[in-house]
């Protein structure tokens, strides 16, 4: 627990960054630097010294990382399934299922599927990595290169994946948007396209990523709007580090516009480091005086920040909440 308070992590990733994974492409190899360099660029001081993140990681250096080194009592191992330039996807179906089943009590396995690379099999893929593999949630990247995107509005491929989730008994659906890797149209990482599938899907929340940046100011409105639509602070902190007035805005705008019951702590570990300098930084946030008066953004209290760390995603999930072992 971070001071008394309960933490579930809802986005962590056994990455396969390693020479191995990646495809004999041109793009692959680039590709990767662009991911990589983002996680370096963003890392907070104190983080930890890790030789390369390019690399397979092992259970027991995402566990040391996530759990040994930081307050962390739950978190989510989420399937990346990125193909365009990694063989068995970026964060693969069978490290996240293997790390979650070494450490049941710690960790929730997130399946993963795109049709454009499961084609005909992607509704029997997800049925086997709930029926087999226990997954509690899926995550869906739309964007690709070589003309393999799809729209998470389209009522032939996206719609029947939403379909067999809930029959399955799925009732999130994540979503990567904003922050295109290498040569990716960023147009189509716009979060526009959940808008519709959130009012055909009332039953099923639908969780954004990365506030999908840079469509920050379309992120807010959609999730402001629509009940159903929450936001991932996934890697956002880091940007603390980058442009700090500017992450004082966005959280500003994020507790005035869309509010706190809404959004839910991301690590990113491994790419990020250590959550715990990031933990720190949310537990000892204030939204400054002056962007209170020039904006009238409210303080963060310490009632949202417990939503935040955990109690939200808890919540969707139907996960308990441990009682806080310290007083208010």
Not at 118 to 128: I, N, Y
Not at 305 to 328: H, Q, S, T
């Amino acid at each position: 627990m971070l001071q008394g308070n309960f933490v579930f992590d809802c986005v962590i990733h056994a990455y396969d960054m390693s020479e191995a994974n990646l495809l004999d492409r041109a793009d692959a190899a680039p590709s990767r630097a662009s991911i990589l360099g983002l996680g370096e660029a963003t890392r907070a001081p104190g983080s930890g010294d890790y030789p390369t993140f390019a690399r397979k990681w092992a259970d027991r250096d995402l566990w040391e990382m996530v759990f040994g080194r930081s307050d962390t009592d739950l978190a989510m191992a989420q399937t990346v399934p990125i193909f365009d330039w990694f063989k068995d996807g970026f964060a693969p179906v069978r490290a996240q299922y293997d790390f979650a089943r070494a450490h049941p009590d710690h960790v929730l396995f997130c399946g993963g599927v795109d049709p454009s690379y499961h084609g005909a099999g992607v509704l029997d893929e997800m049925d086997r990595q709930v029926k087999d593999l226990h997954a509690r949630s899926f995550k869906f990247y739309n964007a690709h290169v070589d003309g393999k995107t799809w729209r998470c509005d389209d009522e032939k491929v996206a719609y029947p994946m939403y379909e067999r989730a809930r029959n399955l008994g799925i009732k999130v659906l994540q979503f990567h948007k904003g922050i295109p890797f290498g040569t990716q149209n960023m147009e189509d990482l716009r979060p526009n396209d959940l808008q519709r599938a959130a009012r055909d899907f009332p039953d099923l929340t639908f969780i954004i990523h990365h506030l999908a940046l840079p469509y920050f100011d379309e992120c807010v409105s959609i999730a402001a709007r629509f009940r159903n639509i929450h936001l991932a602070l996934s890697g956002s902190f880091g940007f603390y580090y980058l442009r700090k007035k500017e992450f004082f805005v966005q959280m500003g705008r994020l507790l005035q516009e869309v509010g706190s019951d809404k959004l839910l702590w991301g690590s990113e570990a491994a790419l990020m480091g250590c959550p715990q300098p990031y933990l720190e930084l949310l537990w000892n946030l204030e939204i400054p005086i002056d962007l209170q008066e020039d904006y009238g953004f409210p303080q963060i209290t310490p009632d949202d920040k417990r939503k935040i760390l955990g109690v939200n995603f808890a919540r969707l999930m139907d996960v308990g909440v441990p009682a806080a072992a310290a007083e208010e």
